[in-house]
């Protein structure tokens, strides 16, 4: 049976594909560049907590990898980024004081990079002198941009989690979902529904390879969430999670995103009994 609305949806993009492009030029000529922002990008913080038991493991090896949303483009320091606002986050929970001594933390991130270029780099970097407990990935939206074939989309996808695991032991990778592309300040209708379709195919061949393996986590970022937590009750206005080029996360969208990210590596740390299981309730 032919698929009508499908037909329908493909018959449109082709119709609007000047329209697409011309979009997509100005996007690329208007808007504003910003930097990667300075700051820190590996560190060892030694956690409060005066002992940790003999059974228990000593350090926390954090990697994080991907494109500039990893790389905390948006903000003004890394202190503001992603991870900027992550580490103290993991620092201060209870469950991580309790079952490490120390965290030791890398940003792996450039602005632009695709799955491709992140395979690239997971080749190139060395191995670790320990193996990464928790790896987290951001990728997607600059394959979504580039326009890449959904079959080396899901084969680099699959390459990624081969070489994590094999040269750097990953115990646990975590890919973030895609973000709501469509709803993208600097994107302008017609393009944004034609850019949020593809961010949502990669999106969802990206939870089904993520299904297939074990130690991959695919985790669904909620944005519905995040605005709600701001607005507390308040008209909701999406433009304060954007960076002023109305593409990046805002220093605000960084500060939840690390918080539900926190909860996930709580979660996961504890079913691979990492963590004591009196102290894995995540506190906010």
Known sequence: MVDTSKLTSVARDVLLAPVYLYQGRKIKRDTVRLPEPNGERHGIVELSCSSVSADRKQTLNLMVVGDSAAAGVGSQTQQEALVG????????NKAIQSNFARLNWSLQATTGHTSFDILRRLYVLP???????VMLLSVGVNDTTSNVSVHKWQQQIEDIINIAQRK???RELVFLSLPPMAQMPAIPAPLNNFV?????VLDGILQQVCAAHAGVTYMATDFTRMLEEHANGSAIDINVMFASDGFHPSS???GYWAQQIVETIIQLLDSIQLLDSSTTEFER
């Open 196 to 200: 949020g379709a593809k961010a949502s």
């Open 85 to 92: 606002k992550l580490i103290p986050i993991l620092e201060q």
């Open 168 to 170: 750097f032991g990953v």
């Open 127 to 133: 191995a670790p002198e320990q193996p990464i407990d």
């Open 252 to 254: 605000l969208m960084y």
